[in-house]
């Protein structure tokens, strides 16, 4: 059975920084997988915040978050990280990693939600002003 767990969210002020990370089982899931970052915050869509091909070569960020956060994953741990800098109180929302186990090894990430197969079950970023 695949899983994704999410950690390291919680509550910082405005400017300040987190690392999320997301851990996928089994590894040969997350071997085959091009993954992904989204987040929801009250009242508002899911949305892609950023995604990172198999290879990692490929990344995706939203226009939000350019030059704020980096995408990146550890293949020898199975795992993905979101850092996050210069963040804002726009950025609190609910943050869930997914993961596209049908990705080809050359193909940039998806972008839609649509694309993802398996879900974490989101961790809670809160920026205050």
């Known amino acids: 059975q695949v899983q994704l767990v999410e950690s390291g969210g919680g509550l910082v002020q405005a400017g300040g920084s987190l690392r999320l990370s997301c851990t996928v089982s089994p590894g040969r899931t997350f071997s085959r997988s091009s993954m992904g970052w989204f987040r929801q915050a009250p009242g508002k869509d899911r949305d892609i915040v950023a995604a990172i091909s198999r290879s990692g070569y490929n990344t995706f960020y939203a226009d939000s978050v350019k030059g704020r956060f980096t995408i990146s994953r550890d293949n020898a741990k199975n795992m993905i990280y979101l850092e996050m800098n210069s963040l804002k109180p726009e950025d609190t929302a609910v943050y869930y990693c997914?993961?596209?186990?049908?990705?080809?090894?050359?193909?940039?990430?998806?972008?839609?939600?649509?694309?993802?197969?398996?879900w974490g079950q989101g961790t809670q970023v809160t920026v205050s002003s």
């Open positions: 997914a993961a596209d186990i049908n990705a080809i090894l050359t193909s940039p990430p998806q972008t839609r939600d649509s694309g993802y197969d398996y």
